[in-house]
């Protein structure tokens, strides 16, 4: 049995949806495709898992597109001591998932903002290669800005990992969708020195290290 708690408006993502059924718990839905909790819960469990066999320890972790904050509690399970800075261009999202997801029981830095300019403005000398953990999941509904799929945004972010630093990209991949993943991946390729697709469910989570 399928529940809504609570629908909102939103400027970035337009109608957001808070629903509840026996199967997946509470999840938010955007354009019918769940960004939070749910089904997106266990992709992104399933992904740290395998993440933290070769990364035990994390002291610093950014989330971009940190929407209802599943990702963040996942992280805090699995690196209890890691210092999280959770980025997200949507506020209403970000009020959900503090009301229904348990993301305000999260220690951790939330900025409301665009990913891009968030991280175009990290310092990007070798000194300051500061995340051991960077999460990318920037979808708005099923649509993937554009300018977080070009060279300098990948560029940035791999000057933003520490050494042995992990980043991964959550795609989905589904119908048309796997043309532009398998797209997505290539350009990885240009900039990261090993990357690992992982598919969980309907998607495809690149498991990244930097050069």
């Given at each position: 049995m399928e529940k809504v708690l609570e629908k909102k408006k939103s400027k970035i993502n337009g109608e957001i949806v808070v629903k509840k059924t026996l199967a997946f718990g509470t999840y938010i839905q955007v354009e019918g495709l769940t960004q939070s909790g749910g089904v997106v819960k266990e992709v992104w469990?399933?992904?740290?898992?395998?993440?933290?066999?070769?990364l035990p320890s994390v002291d610093k972790c950014l989330i971009l597109g940190l929407g209802g904050g599943s990702v963040a509690r996942l992280v805090k399970r699995y690196w209890p001591q890691a210092k999280i800075t959770g980025v997200d261009v949507d506020p209403v999202m970000v009020e959900m998932g503090k009301k229904y997801l348990g993301l305000g029981e999260v220690r951790m830095k939330t900025i409301i903002g665009d990913a891009f300019e968030f991280i175009n403005h990290l310092p990007s000398t070798i000194n300051h290669r500061q995340y051991d953990l960077i999460l990318v999941d920037t979808y708005n509904g099923d649509r993937y800005p554009k300018k977080l799929e070009s060279e300098k945004f990948l560029k940035l972010v791999a000057k933003s990992l520490a050494p042995s630093g992990v980043v991964v990209f959550n795609r989905l991949y589904w119908d048309e969708k796997r043309k532009l993943a398998r797209k997505f991946s290539e350009k990885l390729e240009e900039v990261f020195e090993d990357?690992?697709?992982?598919?969980?469910?309907?998607?495809?989570?690149?498991?990244?290290?930097?050069?």
């Open positions: 469990n399933s992904t740290l898992k395998k993440v933290r066999k070769n990357v690992m697709p992982f598919y969980p469910e309907a998607n495809v989570m690149y498991i990244c290290w930097v050069k």
